[in-house]
């Protein structure tokens, strides 16, 4: 009875011992993952982006002493194999109407598509676009990706929805004067962008999305609503590798500096600052306090190093820039 | 011993190399005498006009080079605004009637209850529109706005039919025509308007 006792005993512990070896690691997927930059706003007053940073002539801080500031589009570029399927994942889509050139100041604009190819992706292999909000120049490239299925958040339509069906003709107003749209709720969704959004849901390729979603193993929507538009919503990236998670914060993080300063960034009338401070915590929580990590889709120092995961860049089509923040096994450097 | 020709003896031998050489100099002289004569000659071109822009599809840097509007365009901009600003909100309405119907009801007549008053609006869009006087040089603009709006109205109107059989197909259809419509708002925009949009 005795030996049998031990054995008994032997084996259970042996089994228990073999199930831990078994058990799976908490996340094995590996991505992949490129910043591009779709376009630049030139000569941009910086205090019309970061009211904390207004230029004050002859200041020595280093907060104020910058007048003029030009601006990237920023594009996230996720690649990985998933359950042996490729998938490429766009955070947030850039624009492609070239009538907003002259109209935004823009310069360095490239198409995604070709900007894509010099990762050695082509359009239709893009399987999914998360936009992080549906203003013209993060949701304007939709219809060049045919494969695409378009994650955009349900607060995000109503919030539109709800301003320009709202009785007081300066809120329901896309522009209130031909010199601009003065940050109104509905400004900034042009028709044509939300034809863009209304042509993936018209196709069946569209996921609304409310509150959090899993998109892939390791790929998580987290809603930032009224964080920079009604229903903006936060991208977390777990590469599976050294780097950590990022999280692409589309207009939430407009400014990389602003999260590490916290200081507010792009306003919008459809936001609330303590709303877009509350993202910023969450940039902190979600990276482990690696906000290295938060990736910004207009910060003005990107693809420098001033912007650290970043500055593994090069210069691409007509001056845009791109760069490598890591790498999947397997994955060859696209840098030039 | 075979006499040697004197002029063998004095003028230098000739191969394929020299030849070769003398023609690349030959043409690089001639490269470099046609840019110095285009270059000298050459006058910088004016400014395109509104006009010019709207029907020229220019190429990317020449957007900053339009001149300013003329008082008349002007005239024209600021009267077309107001007919602008409502037929993007309708626009944008008729969108959301057809979003909603794929997100949410799914119900035809909702569509039909939701688009009806936004052909109404569009085809007063038309009338205000065709009663401008645009000058000679936005009339090809004024042309396409028309259509624009035309576009609109026959979107809206095939929306409608929805509601009689239901089929999505309405819907795509419209679809189509709503984004010709807008692209077609863009471009004027461009010319007309070149502050309406901003960074976001």
Redesign the interface.
Known sequence: MKVWEVVKGAALAGAAVAATMAAPSTFAQQYSVWLVENSRFMNVPYGAFMPDRAFVPGSTSKFNNINLIDIPVNVGVIKGMVNGKLEVVLADAGWKQQDYLKMTGSAHWAALPDQLKLLGISADQVTKIVVGHGHWDHAGSLSDFPNAVLYISKKELDGIQWAINYPHPRISATNISPGGCARTPACGYPPKTLDEVYGKVLGGKAVIVEGEHQVLPGIRIYPAYHSHTAGAQLLAVDTGSSVGTLVFGSDTYSSWQGIRDWMMANPQSSADTAQQFLAYEMCYKLTNNNIGNCISAHEPTSYTKDYPITSNSWVGINGSRMAEITLAPGESSKKK | MPATAPSSRLSPRIGLKQIALAIVILALSAFVLYAAVRETGKQPSAAPSAGAAFSAGLA?GE??R?RALTPEEEAY??AL?PIH?EV??A???M??A???Y??EHQDPAKVKSTVQPLTEAFQSAVRRTGGLQPPESLQDAHATYLDALGLYAEAAREMIKIADDGR?QH??AA?ER??R???A???L??V?????????
């Open positions: 990317m957007h900053s339009l901009a600021a605004w600003s993007k909100l626009a944008m309405r969108t959301f057809g979003l909603n794929k997100i999505d819907l795509v679809h709503s984004e419509a807008s692209h708002l863009l471009q925009s461009d007309l308007w070149p502050g309406e949009y901003k960074p976001n």
